[in-house]
C-alpha cells in the first residue's frame, strides 16, 4: 500500500496542473457614449485560449501605446480590475538609452479623466483680496490640484516627438523593461515585456480605428 503512495502523489499533482495562460499584446477600444469619439490602447495581457479572455493583473503595470483624437502616446499602463497610480517609470527598450517617464508630466490630452475641479469653492477664501493676490493664490492652487491629480493616474503617457520615438522603438525592438520609482527613489523589481507580432498586429488595429 505504502509503495503506491508516490504514484498516487503524482497522480494527483499532474491533474492539478494549470497551462499557463500566453502572453499576448492585444487592443482596448472604448467610444465616448456623448461625443461619439474612439480612443484605442495597446497593451500585453494573458489570453486564455479556452475562453479567449485576456487578463490583466492587480497591482502591476504593463507598457501601452494609446491612441485618441488628441494624439498618440506611450508608456506604462495599471493592470487589472483595481486600477493602482502608476507614478513615474523606468522604461528601456533592448539595450536603447532608459526612459524615465514623470506622472506629473503625462500630457492632459490623453486623461479621459479630466473633470472641473472645486477651485469654485476658494473664491470663499480669497474674495477679500486684491485681483493680483487672487489671481497668484488661484494659479498656485490649480497647479497643486493639476499635479495631485496626475500623480494619482492610473498610467504615465509621455505624447508627441517623445511618444514617436518610443513607439519607434518598440516597433523594432524585442524586449521592454519597466520599473516603478516609489517615494524616497526606491525602485521595484523590473517587469520583463516581450515585443512579438502581436505588438504589431493590435498596434495596426488602434491606427486603422483612430485616423
Same mark, same amino acid.
Given at each position: 500500500?505504502?509503495a ?11 491533474? @492539478?496542473?494549470?497551462?499557463?495562460p500566453?502572453?499576448? *499584446?492585444? =487592443?482596448?477600444?472604448?467610444? %465616448? ?6 480612443? @484605442? ?18 497591482? $502591476? ?6 491612441? %485618441? ?29 532608459? *526612459? ?15 473633470g472641473?475641479?472645486? !477651485? ?5 477664501? =480669497? ?5 493680483? !493676490?487672487?489671481? !497668484? ?6 497647479? =497643486?490640484?493639476?499635479? =495631485? ?7 504615465t503617457?509621455?505624447?508627441?516627438? %517623445?511618444?514617436a ?9 524585442? $524586449?521592454i523593461?519597466? $520599473? ?9 523589481t ?15 488595429? @488602434? !491606427?486603422?480605428?483612430i485616423?
Open positions: 500500500m505504502k503506491l503512495l508516490p504514484i498516487a502523489i503524482a497522480l494527483s499533482l499532474a491533474g @492539478c496542473n494549470v497551462t499557463p500566453k502572453i499576448e *499584446w492585444f =487592443t482596448q477600444v472604448s467610444i %465616448d457614449e456623448f461625443t461619439d469619439e474612439v480612443s @484605442c490602447t495597446v497593451t500585453q495581457g494573458g489570453l486564455y485560449t479556452s475562453s479567449g479572455v485576456i487578463y490583466t493583473i492587480n497591482n $502591476q503595470v504593463y507598457p501601452a501605446v494609446h491612441f %485618441d483624437s488628441y494624439g498618440v502616446f506611450a508608456g506604462v499602463i495599471s493592470g487589472g480590475n483595481i486600477r493602482i497610480p502608476v507614478g513615474d517609470v523606468r522604461v528601456r527598450v533592448d539595450n536603447n538609452e532608459p *526612459w524615465t517617464l514623470q506622472a506629473v508630466n503625462t500630457p492632459k490630452t490623453a486623461l479621459k479623466v479630466d472641473p475641479t472645486s !477651485q469654485e469653492h476658494l473664491s470663499t477664501y =480669497t474674495q477679500s483680496l486684491n485681483p493680483e !493676490q487672487k489671481a !497668484q493664490i488661484e494659479a498656485a492652487y490649480s497647479s =497643486t490640484m493639476n499635479l =495631485t491629480a496626475n500623480m494619482m493616474l492610473p498610467y503617457f509621455v505624447g508627441g516627438d %517623445d511618444a520615438r518610443l513607439i519607434d522603438e518598440m516597433k523594432s525592438g524585442r $524586449q523593461r519597466l $520599473q516603478r520609482i516609489a517615494l524616497g527613489n526606491t525602485t521595484s523590473v517587469g520583463v515585456h516581450d515585443i512579438d507580432q502581436s505588438f504589431h498586429d493590435a498596434l495596426a488595429k @488602434c !491606427q486603422s480605428l485616423q
